[in-house]
């Protein structure tokens, strides 16, 4: 019998682990798309945004490899629409962002991709998934979380259309470092993320892992902070990954010796990844067998 009760509850009971779940970006484009999103807020939200013209924007970002989400500001919306976009390059140590803003959704197919037609934006910027439409657990637990951190940062704020990860609700993802977080409406203090995430730092405990790594250093970075206690969002870059069957074995630059951190991927009993999932699915998780 197919368990009918929300995904991200679902998750939660079998204690889901979040680290290794990012989902991968080392470029992307946030375009405002205001109002009421369909499954897909590009595809199907005939209201705001011409579906031929949605697509078109989309295959483009896509053939840039670029990872495409449509944003919103938290709360009411302005009878007048906007149209502000943002570029993030999540590359580690070349993290970039910049931002401006068209007149028309049709000029975002006049987007120069690599950033060059926009301003430098100071950051951070905040996105938390709400795509109700697309899931109902985003919706539920996100609008929530987004609010509560836009009370403190009511610029870097935004709501998100699907990035991946529903079972997580509520999601976030801090660019431009594309730091990816889950379960966030845990926080007792949502906002305080964005906060250490200014100051350099991280909160591992939600971390579902940082876009630009696989999701194996995801996992490795992940036990190196539970065993030294340490925040740096730069800590720990990888050195090198090699595999061999089921055991990965990560190298993380780290003082005085580097830090190898050896995993075993297995797979996860069947669940369901999302609320409008039928059939469940194995999943790739990992699980440590040493540091050294």
Same mark, same amino acid.
């Given at each position: 019998?197919?368990?009918?009760?929300?995904?991200?509850?679902?998750?939660?009971?079998?204690?889901?682990?979040?680290?290794?779940?990012?989902?991968?970006? *080392? =470029?992307?484009?946030?375009?405002? &798309?205001?109002?009421? %999103?369909?499954?897909?807020?590009?595809?199907?939200?005939?209201?705001?945004?011409?579906?031929?013209?949605?697509?078109?924007?989309?295959?483009?970002?896509?053939? =840039?490899?670029?990872?495409? =989400?449509?944003? /919103?500001?938290?709360?009411?919306?302005?009878? $007048? !629409?906007?149209? /502000? %976009?943002?570029?993030?390059?999540?590359?580690?140590?070349? #993290?970039?962002?910049?931002?401006?803003?068209?007149?028309?959704?049709?000029?975002?197919?006049?987007?120069?991709?690599?950033?060059?037609?926009?301003?430098?934006?100071?950051?951070?910027?905040?996105?938390?998934?709400?795509?109700?439409?697309?899931?109902?657990?985003?919706?539920?637990?996100?609008?929530?979380?987004?609010?509560?951190?836009?009370?403190?940062?009511? #610029?870097?704020?935004?709501?998100?259309? @699907?990035?991946?990860?529903?079972?997580?609700? =509520?999601?976030?993802?801090?660019?431009?470092?594309?730091?990816?977080?889950?379960?966030?409406?845990?926080?007792?203090?949502?906002?305080?993320?964005?906060?250490?995430?200014?100051?350099? /730092?991280?909160?591992?405990? +939600?971390?579902?892992?940082?876009?630009?790594?696989?999701?194996?250093?995801?996992?490795?970075? @992940?036990?190196?902070? +539970?065993?030294?206690?340490?925040?740096?969002?730069?800590?720990?870059?990888?050195?090198?990954?090699?595999?061999?069957?089921?055991?990965?074995?990560? &190298?993380?630059?780290?003082?005085?010796?580097?830090? $190898?951190? $050896?995993?075993?991927? /297995? *797979?996860?009993?069947?669940?369901?990844? $999302?609320?409008?999932?039928?059939? !469940?699915?194995?999943?790739?998780?990992?699980?440590?067998?040493?540091?050294?």
């Amino acid at each position: 019998m197919i368990d009918q009760r929300p995904c991200s509850v679902q998750s939660r009971d079998r204690h889901d682990p979040l680290y290794g779940t990012a989902s991968a970006g *080392l =470029a992307w484009l946030l375009l405002e &798309v205001s109002g009421g %999103w369909g499954a897909s807020a590009f595809r199907e939200s005939p209201s705001i945004l011409d579906p031929a013209l949605g697509l078109a924007i989309v295959r483009r970002a896509e053939a =840039a490899g670029m990872r495409i =989400a449509a944003i /919103r500001r938290p709360g009411r919306r302005t009878p $007048t !629409p906007r149209w /502000r %976009w943002f570029i993030a390059g999540s590359t580690p140590g070349q #993290e970039s962002l910049v931002g401006g803003e068209v007149t028309s959704p049709s000029e975002y197919l006049d987007l120069p991709l690599d950033g060059s037609g926009g301003h430098p934006v100071d950051g951070p910027l905040v996105i938390v998934c709400a795509h109700g439409r697309h899931d109902q657990c985003c919706a539920v637990r996100g609008r929530g979380v987004a609010a509560a951190i836009a009370a403190r940062y009511p #610029e870097e704020t935004w709501e998100c259309s @699907h990035v991946g990860g529903d079972r997580f609700a =509520a999601t976030m993802i801090l660019l431009p470092h594309g730091l990816s977080y889950g379960r966030v409406d845990e926080a007792a203090d949502p906002a305080g993320i964005v906060t250490l995430y200014t100051q350099g /730092r991280l909160d591992d405990r +939600l971390l579902r892992g940082r876009s630009a790594y696989p999701h194996a250093v995801q996992t490795a970075q @992940h036990f190196a902070r +539970l065993a030294r206690a340490d925040d740096r969002i730069d800590a720990y870059a990888p050195l090198a990954v090699t595999e061999d069957g089921q055991i990965t074995i990560v &190298v993380l630059a780290a003082e005085p010796v580097p830090l $190898t951190v $050896t995993l075993r991927t /297995r *797979l996860s009993e069947p669940l369901l990844s $999302t609320c409008h999932a039928r059939i !469940p699915g194995r999943v790739k998780q990992f699980e440590l067998i040493a540091i050294d």
